[in-house]
Nanobody
């Protein structure tokens, strides 16, 4: 089983930037797609950005042009660079990964991002 741990969240002013990171660990795993999702109280969790092991990316419309997802397969990490942050970006951001070894989807605990106006 794979464990995912996010880092990099925090408080930032509107227009600022944050970089979220997620590290996968475990004794046995084979990660394919990875992604970042976010959730606010009373709303469903939504996809922000995804990236395949080969580097293909997909972004939510709200993230296009402002966010960039990347990964380091050797280090089993995925990052989300968030620029031009807006108050509506405030949410708990979750790292997600597909583990082919156990054919399962795994989530991190989440990291809070708060953007002040």
């Amino acid at each position: 089983q794979v464990q995912l741990v996010e880092s990099g969240g925090g408080l930032v002013q509107a227009g600022g930037s944050l970089r979220l990171s997620c590290a996968a660990s475990g004794s046995r795993f084979s990660i394919s797609d990875m992604g970042w999702y976010r959730q606010v109280p009373g709303k469903q969790r939504e996809m922000v950005a995804r990236i395949s092991r080969g580097g293909y990316t997909n972004y939510a419309d709200s993230a296009k042009g402002r966010f960039s997802i990347s990964r380091d397969n050797a280090k089993n990490t995925v990052a989300l660079q968030m620029n031009s942050l807006k108050p509506e970006d405030t949410a708990v951001y979750f790292c997600n990964a597909v583990d082919l070894l156990v054919a399962g989807v795994f989530w991190g605990q989440g990291t809070q991002v708060t953007v002040s106006s």
